[in-house]
């Protein structure tokens, strides 16, 4: 009884929260455990799906669509991308485990108990309460603040421009791993 | 303001039932999640419904552009039933699953299309104030929705355990993932021109349409799209020639239907989304926002009608394309985008960034029509100049493979050189 009435005291916006936090957490167990390597990328972008949804319960709709597009789009797509072309074709399994998980499983853990000390010492009590309400104008508005603040010298420009010189020279030094060296044979080449 | 059929039926003429509920029953709690559930069951079964129309006319008008006669024998003389058959024969059949398929990305990829396919008109504006969500990253969201729809076809490829489908799934990667890159960049154009990412407000800046002062960026869009939904002349994807049908190969039954539906869905939704943002939407010439005296909002209506007669002849234009051009090959594919398209949008975006801000900083006051002209102006000289350069190119191409010697029309020395040879052996 007292469950039933715990789900009726819910906000839909809480609803919504544990649906993509099952959705987040569910995944990423599906990502560490499952033995078909191809599976646990496909799992990965569904955890990567819930975390969209938790920003968009938090009104950070730019930060959702730009979760879809880099890391769904993107990233998962590369990872597949990569696993297609170094493994065996089809249903490749082997186990997720290595002689190191012992020492991951402790990395993980410590590393959420700090996050989680950290959290409660600097809120307290108020880190479970419901967020703040957000005025709409500053939402609507947000994009826009966004852009600026890229461009502003006194808010980010410079990690913005040191971000941009690195994605630069990544993207020099990959035309310059993929050119080709000599010419072999010109007619090939020219073909 | 209580409930009034005669007034509920109006609302629904001048498209404000939504406004209409709100004020009857007032900010009821259960309102505002009840209506939204509302439009998307109505939006998303108006656009799977769409397919069947959709589905006949492309087979109809590619029929007469091919001299054929199409579909002519299910509901009536001109076949208008043939797609309510097809689907009935698709529902009826047996969905084989080959063996060795990945079960779970085999049945996962039909939904995942289909469903990022209707994702997308979540943001669309049909007539002024019906919108599903008015984003404030509206366009981002098409974005990073249409870059998810890359993941079914992976799926469909992967799973399916056939080398024609991986090869048709490593084809639509390729493609897409290239293409999109000038698809992005000749969206931001409008976006820069409007100065936001909503697409309401997109909408709504457009006086002119902004294909009359991008027209070149409108084109680039316009070749992106028919690459990003996979059509003709960049159906590689599934040449049936050489590939068979690509990704959906091993797809029978619905689950092929599913694929089909999505593709058209994907292509409803590029043709509004080019008519939304490069020719102005559900704008008509002001008539958008007309209300009657009496509050009868006419105006949305006739909005709407524009938008679906701009969304029409977009498709009209896909088909149209589909009907003309052969296929290009994979390598003629990636070399158009990667070192004619992109290029060219790159440049187009810094010309409009640039001319843009140098207007509003020299002449602040200008009218809308002159903002027009100069970017028109940039846009033809740019037209002229890449026309110029391609011409250089080809002809440096043409003689580098036939010797300096040999340009204009190559005809004549041929003839005259076989008519030689026939001479000889004649004698």
Redesign the interface.
Known sequence: MTFLTFLTSLT?EQVVFILASILTIGAALVVVTNRNL??AA?AL?ASFLGVAGIYITLDA??LA?????VY???I??LI??AI?VTRRM??VSESPFNSQRGLGFFVAVAGFLIVAVVILQWFGGEAFAAKPPVAPAV??????ALGVSFVNPNAFALPFIVISILLLAALIGAIYIAWPRQRIDPAEDEA | MSFNLIDFLLSFLDMTVLDYANEVWGDQPWLSPLLSVIYIVVIATVVLLLVFVVGWTERKVLARMQDRIGPNRVGGRYGMLQMVADVVKMMTKEVIIPAGADRWAYLAAPVVSLATSILLFAVLPLAPGVVGVNLPSGIFYVMAISSVSIVGLLLAGWGSNNKYALLGAFRAVSQLVSYEVPLMITLLVPVILAGTLSLVSIVEEQTIPYFFYVPLAGIIFFISILAETGRSPFDLLEAESEIIAGFHIEYSGMYFGLFMAAEYIAIMFMSALFATVYWGGYNFFGLEDLVLANGFAIGRPIGFISLIVKIAIAFFIFMWVRATLPRFRIDQLLDFNWKLMVPLSLVLLFVVVLLNKAIDVYAPGITEFGRMSIHLLSNVIIGIVVLEIMRRRARRKREAEEGPDAGGWRMEPVLAESDETQLAHAD
Request: proline share 0%; aromatic share 10%; charged share 0%.
């Open positions: 839909s191809f599976h496909l972008m709709g730019f669509a730009a979760q879809l597009l769904i789009g993107a998962s797509i597949i991308f297609m089809m249903q939402l609507s508005n947000a994009v826009a």
